[in-house]
């Protein structure tokens, strides 16, 4: 499809209202918006990438690695996905925030040497105005500080006033999916949760105001391990919209936790542990999100085939699998309960993920073995961690840390938290 003219200004649409709120509908809104504009419709490939060097799909790019590259042939001109991703490099804010999630859906538009940047911001200013009907006056976006054409593409295609395009570094706007490998500018959406608050100045760091929903790749480089960009042979775009946070957005809930995608979760282990949600205070309820995330994320890495060790993402699978289960006992949950937070989360995705329902039993005989090995881990190591603690000053010694981990298989991550929450 043509770019549009850049002489007209994109008709702003009028906002009957959306009637797309469900999770389920906002993925099939996405995809049949762009496999309506020639993008072949790819399924989600596995958690488990097979590009060796990365070790798990962090983005709906990453199976597009070796495209952007020129190293494999593209497999149509435009694509658009629906990607299972999971991140860890910032677990501890998980539940904790409203936004961060280890398992997340990344939904896409891909160009692999097709259409570009005015095309696509303006495809992604359609499709958010138009399909989800967000009000105008509710975004913001971001361009990167020397892109020029960008701002250029927003304030004049698009008819964004100037005062809400915000230009901002590298580390906002400058996408890459690892410290080599293709790479280039970006552009970002936001949602403003309080336009009435003004515009001067815009601080887009501002979580409680702003949600950073759609970010538009400009995937233009190739960054070696030096660090010089080297331009590819194609221009391409990578884009990924966070479902949980448009599911936020369009239900308007509080945070990602309370959307339909995780709530039936967060309900799931409140009803083992026997509480009300809404009724909890904060630690009970990062206990719930906390749980209600690392669930889905467990599940679908066994159904991809990760199974649970001291290596690699066999490490990160185990490690997911154990936080579960401590915060599991933290908000009262004594028996073993991962096996039908499994079921609940198989239940709940298996209709996006048939591979959920095919891998039902094998996901269930990994979770009954790794809850019934860590619980006895778990036991011994916490008695050795309460007598340390009880101690007046509280202190542990990386030496008692390494011990617990090492001759009792009790996690530094965990002694590391529990001593937090001791304040030590
Ligand atoms: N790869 C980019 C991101 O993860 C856009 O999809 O944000």
Redesign the pocket.
């Known amino acids: 499809m043509a770019p549009a003219s850049s002489s007209s200004t994109v008709p702003q649409p009028g906002r009957s209202g959306t009637s797309i709120r469900r999770g389920t509908e906002i993925r099939e809104a996405f995809l049949t918006f762009y496999a309506e504009r020639g993008h072949a419709r790819l399924p989600s490939a596995s958690l488990v990438p097979e590009d060796p060097t990365v070790l798990l799909t962090i983005?709906?790019?990453v199976p597009f690695k070796p495209v952007f590259l020129g190293q494999a042939e593209r497999p149509a001109a435009r694509a658009t996905s629906s990607q299972k991703c999971i991140r860890t490099n910032d677990i501890e804010n998980v539940g904790r925030t409203t936004r961060h999630h280890t398992f997340f859906e990344?939904l896409?538009n891909f160009s692999f040497g097709d259409y570009f940047k005015e095309q696509a911001i303006v495809w992604a200013w359609q499709l958010s105005t138009q399909v989800f009907a967000l009000d105008p006056d509710h975004l913001v976006v971001s361009v990167f500080r020397e892109d020029d054409e960008s701002f250029r593409i927003w304030r004049d295609v698009v008819g964004v006033a100037p005062r809400r395009i915000v230009r901002l570094g590298e580390d906002d706007n400058f996408?890459a999916?690892g410290p080599t490998g293709p790479c280039g500018p970006c552009s970002e959406l936001y949602y403003d949760f309080r336009p009435g608050d003004g515009d001067e100045p815009l601080n887009l760091e501002d979580e409680d105001r702003f949600i950073e929903f759609y970010?538009l790749?400009f995937m233009q480089y190739n960054r070696d391990a030096k660090g010089t960009l080297t331009p590819l042979a194609n221009r391409n775009i990578?884009?990924?919209m966070g479902l949980e946070r448009m599911a936020r957005i369009l239900q308007k809930v509080p945070n990602n936790y309370e959307t339909d995608l995780l709530l039936p979760l967060i309900e799931a282990a409140a009803a083992l542990a026997g509480v009300d949600y809404r009724h909890q205070d904060e630690s009970v309820r990062t206990s719930l999100k906390v749980i209600a995330d690392h669930s889905r994320a467990i599940t679908h890495l066994i159904a991809d085939g990760v199974t649970a060790s001291n290596l690699g993402r066999g490490y990160i699978l185990r490690r997911l699998l154990r936080r579960v289960i401590r915060h599991g006992r933290q908000i009262g949950i004594e028996d073993p309960f991962l096996p039908v937070m499994g079921d609940a989360a198989i239940h709940l995705m298996a209709e996006a993920y048939p591979i959920l329902r095919d891998r039902q039993e094998e996901i269930r005989s990994e979770l009954v073995r790794e809850e019934a090995r860590f619980l006895e881990t778990l036991e011994r190591g916490e008695k050795l961690l309460a007598q340390i603690l009880a101690a007046e000053p509280a202190c542990i010694s990386g030496e008692q840390a390494f011990e617990l981990y090492d001759t009792y298989g009790f996690p530094l991550e965990l002694t590391e938290e529990i001593a937090e929450e001791h304040g030590v």
């Open positions: 983005a709906g790019m990344m896409g996408w999916s970010n790749v990578d884009t990924g």
